[in-house]
């Protein structure tokens, strides 16, 4: 799968082995620094403004190597869950979701069947879904989050309880 995992764009004019080399030390080094740059925001306890520049950082990545490669390479989902987690984190439901939606379809692709990486974004969609009034989405994702949760967790686990109990609560 690393083919797919490193996807480039398909132009009339693709990209040069050596642009394509480029951009996975661009997106190597862009992941290390927001790495770094998340990690003094958790021992300085910032205010919403630098995660705004967080969210400005994975927004200008995005950009940038999203003229080399596709939405489903690796680099770039790392990028999108980045910032759907800052979303998350400013309480950006809207936005957190747009990331999430690109995000699931090449997780479903890359990961195995039942993998809980896939569940849980399924389980965050769907409470973004219900949060944003979108109850059809939301009980359709929790549903899918259930469904793999359960082979690989095992249908009495107290986890998928609390996720059917959330179901019945909206």
């Not at 799968?1 to 009339?12: A, F, G, M, V």
């Not at 479903?108 to 039942?114: L, N």
Request: aromatic share 10%; proline share 4%; glycine share 4%.
């Amino acid at each position: 799968q690393d083919k797919e995992k490193l996807e480039i764009c398909k132009l009339n004019d693709p990209p040069s082995a050596e642009t394509v080399k480029d951009m996975i030390r661009y997106a190597r080094n862009v992941i290390e620094e927001f790495r770094r740059a998340k990690h003094y925001k958790y021992i300085l306890c910032l205010t919403l403004t630098p995660l705004v520049e967080l969210l400005e950082i994975c927004e200008l990545s995005l950009d940038k190597m999203g003229a080399v490669f596709e939405d489903s390479n690796v680099y770039m989902l790392h990028m999108m869950y980045q910032a759907m987690g800052v979303c998350l984190y400013i309480q950006d439901w809207e936005g957190a979701l747009c990331y999430g939606q690109k995000i699931i379809r090449p997780y479903s692709k890359h990961y195995p069947s039942y993998s809980l990486n896939v569940a849980s974004m399924w389980l965050k969609l769907g409470r973004l879904y219900m949060a944003l009034n979108n109850r059809m989405a939301g009980v359709k994702a929790l549903k899918r989050a259930i469904a793999i949760m359960e082979v690989a967790h095992g249908k009495d686990h107290p986890y998928i309880s609390e996720i059917k109990k959330e179901l019945e609560d909206h």
